[in-house]
């Protein structure tokens, strides 16, 4: 079965960075499109950063130029780079992948930043 374990979450100080990590099995990793969601206290999940097979990345506008998604096929891991961050970014991050036929979503566990200001 599919599994998404995030780690790398913590409490951190404004301007200050964190790496997550996801890894997966359960699927043929190279071939999908990863995402890292986040969700805030009291706020709807949104989607912070996408990256596709072919390593095409898109972003939330909200982390533009502060976050960095990667992936590594050889380890089946996407990482999330965060610097620069704000307080508004805590909040517990997750780990998403919608492997065809592209009708279920899997979410890891999730994992908490918090940043203090």
């Known amino acids: 079965q599919v599994q998404l374990v995030e780690s790398g979450g913590g409490l951190v100080q404004a301007g200050g960075s964190l790496r997550l990590s996801c890894a997966a099995s359960g699927i043929i990793f190279s071939v999908n499109a990863m995402s890292w969601y986040r969700q805030a206290p009291g706020k709807q999940r949104e989607l912070a950063a996408v990256?596709?097979?072919?390593?095409?990345?898109n972003y939330a506008d909200s982390v533009k130029g502060r976050f960095t998604i990667s992936r590594d096929n050889a380890r089946n891991t996407v990482y999330l780079q965060m610097n620069s961050l704000k307080p508004e970014d805590t909040a517990v991050y997750y780990c998403?992948?919608?492997?065809?036929?592209?009708?279920?979503?899997?979410w890891g566990q999730g994992t908490q930043v918090t940043v203090s200001s």
């Open positions: 998403n992948v919608r492997p065809a036929p592209y009708i279920t979503d899997y």
């Open positions: 990256i596709t097979s072919g390593g095409r990345t």
